[in-house]
Nanobody
């Protein structure tokens, strides 16, 4: 069974920083992509940042220059999201997602974490 577990959410004042972490476990053969999404109250889920492994990294325009997505150095099954200069509009539930190839199946499937709340408020 594959699990994605997020951590690092919380409450912070505008201008503050948070770092989210997401660890995948299970019979993972290969990770093709890693991403962070968020969903604000009353809004649709939106892509925040995305890594296509060994190919590209992309960010939503609203977070460029403030957020950094990275793969863990010591644990390659981990994806991090460093969030700096946070704004109230960054408030929402943040979800990690990975495109994984799981033993014994040959094709990629998408997996999601349970979400972690980020609140930016003074």
């Amino acid at each position: 069974q594959v699990r994605l577990v997020e951590s690092g959410g919380g409450s912070v004042q505008p201008g503050g920083s948070l770092r989210l972490s997401c660890v995948a476990s299970g019979r993972i053969n290969r990770i093709n992509s890693m991403a962070w999404y968020r969903q604000a109250p009353g809004k649709e889920r939106e892509l925040v940042a995305h890594i296509l492994i060994d190919i590209s990294t992309n960010y939503a325009d609203s977070v460029k220059g403030r957020f950094t997505i990275s793969r863990g150095d010591n644990d390659k099954n981990t994806v991090l999201l460093q969030m700096n200069a946070l704004k109230p509009e960054d408030t929402g539930v943040y979800y990690c997602s990975m495109g994984l190839v799981i033993t014994p199946w040959p094709t990629e499937q998408s997996y999601w974490g349970q979400g972690t709340q980020v609140t930016v408020s003074s």
